[in-house]
Structure formats: C-alpha cells, structure tokens
T-cell receptor, first 111, second 118 residues
Framework: SQQGEEDPQALSIQEGENATMNCSYK?????LQWYRQNSGRGLVHLIL?????REKHSGRLRVTLDTSKKSSSLLITASRAADTASYFC???????????FGKGTMLLVSP | ETGVTQTPRHLVMGMTNKKSLKCEQH?????MYWYKQSAKKPLELMFV???????ENNSVPSRFSPECPNSSHLFLHLHTLQPEDSALYLC?????????????????FGPGTRLTVL
C-alpha cells in the first residue's frame, strides 16, 4: 500500500499546549498535504508542502518535510478547543495526480 | 453557494433500493472525486473524473455507478447495496493541470452524505 501513516492515532492535550502529529510515507512524492476533518464532516485543506520545501508555516500551523526519511510533521501551537478534529496527511506520489490519505490522527483539545 | 455541496446529507436505504447521491462544485475546477470513508479505515478513493472523463475506478463494485454530466456535477448511483457499504461518502473537486504527470493540487471537499444500508 502507498498510503501515508499518521502517528499517533489519537492525541489528547490541554488548551494552550502544542500538538505534534507525524506522517510517514513510502515512495517519492510531488507534494504532501495536511487536512482537518471535524466529526462527520468533509475534509478541509490546511497546508501543502512541496517535495523541494523543508518547512512551511500558516498561522499557528507549522509543517516540516524530510524527504530522506519520508516523513512529515504537523505542529499546532497554542492549541484551542476548536482544534479538536481528525488530521490527515495526503501524499501525491510522483507520476500520479491523485492523493492517498492516511488513517488520520484524532486530536482532542480540552478546555 | 459556496464550494462543494452534496445532497442528501443523510440517506437510509434498504438493500433493494435505488438512490443517487449528488455533488456540485462552484469553484470552476476540472476534476471531481468520490471517496468512501468507513470507520477506522483510510479514506478510499472510488472514482476520478477529469474534464468529465472517468480516469480512475479503483476496483469499485458495479453496484456503485458514477455519472459526470458536466465538470460541475457528479452523481453516484446506488443499487442493490450491502450493509458494509454504510459509510460517509465524500465528494471533492480540484484543478488538474494538463502536464503529462501533473502534481495533485488542493482538493476541496463537500460535507459528505452519511449512508446507512439496512
């Protein structure tokens, strides 16, 4: 299977803490994307990082990509209860124009 | 209308019923997708349409039949479903380049249809 694997499967933190989620994948990629899904809803795109980029920021989000280790991490700083959701990484493997999603990390942020 | 819409939002059907899911995108995209999301499983890509042409069918059973009449609308026709087909069905759209090996662009998802097969 080519799918990415998120780690951990679930994460529970307090408001104000940072949350870090990791994603590992298997083969060469064009880009890697992170999405968020609130319970039972559609996915919302958060950030896209290309294979020639190492780090990207968007507001409280920071994404890193290490192509030598075939891994990425998503850091959410100063988390809020509204950040409670499932987070998915999606990889765009070289030669394909479709995305492959992992199983996701379920994040719970308690007030 | 914003983004990608899906109707109905919830659907309960018997195994002998025929129903259709509808997806509409208002983003001017040229690619549309159907995904199936079951509990504790990764999102499964079912069908891809680029410029109204089906470009991928990921071994989906024939009881699921997609239709893409134009680049803004996508349907999923359902017939003789099984209880294990109960899931959240998500539609998405994106812009796809015309390069030989285009990179996947951001996908925009609808809210999904929660399907229960009795």
């Amino acid at each position: 299977s080519q799918q990415g694997e998120e780690d951990p499967q679930a994460l529970s933190i307090q408001e104000g803490e940072n949350a870090t989620m990791n994603c590992s994948y298997k083969t060469s990629i064009n880009n890697l994307q992170w999405y968020r899904q609130n319970s039972g809803r559609g996915l919302v795109h958060l950030i896209l990082i290309r294979s020639n980029e190492r780090e990207k920021h968007s507001g409280r989000l920071r994404v890193t990509l290490d192509t030598s280790k075939k891994s990425s991490s998503l850091l959410i700083t100063a988390s809020r209860a509204a950040d409670t959701a499932s987070y998915f990484c999606a990889t765009d493997y070289s030669g394909y124009s479709t995305l492959t999603f992992g199983k996701g990390t379920m994040l719970l942020v308690s007030p | 209308e914003t983004g990608v819409t899906q109707t109905p939002r919830h659907l309960v059907m018997g195994m002998t019923n025929k129903k259709s899911l509808k997806c509409e995108q208002h983003l001017g995209h040229n690619a549309m997708y159907w995904y199936k999301q079951s509990a504790k499983k990764p999102l499964e890509l079912m069908f891809v349409y680029n410029f109204k042409e089906q470009t991928e069918n990921n071994s989906v059973p024939s009881r699921f039949s997609p239709e893409c009449p134009n680049s803004s609308h996508l349907f999923l026709h359902l017939h003789t479903l099984q209880p294990e087909d109960s899931a959240l069905y998500l539609c998405a759209s994106s812009h796809v380049g015309l390069a030989v090996s285009p990179a996947a662009d951001t996908q925009y998802f609808g809210p999904g249809t929660r399907l229960t097969v009795l």
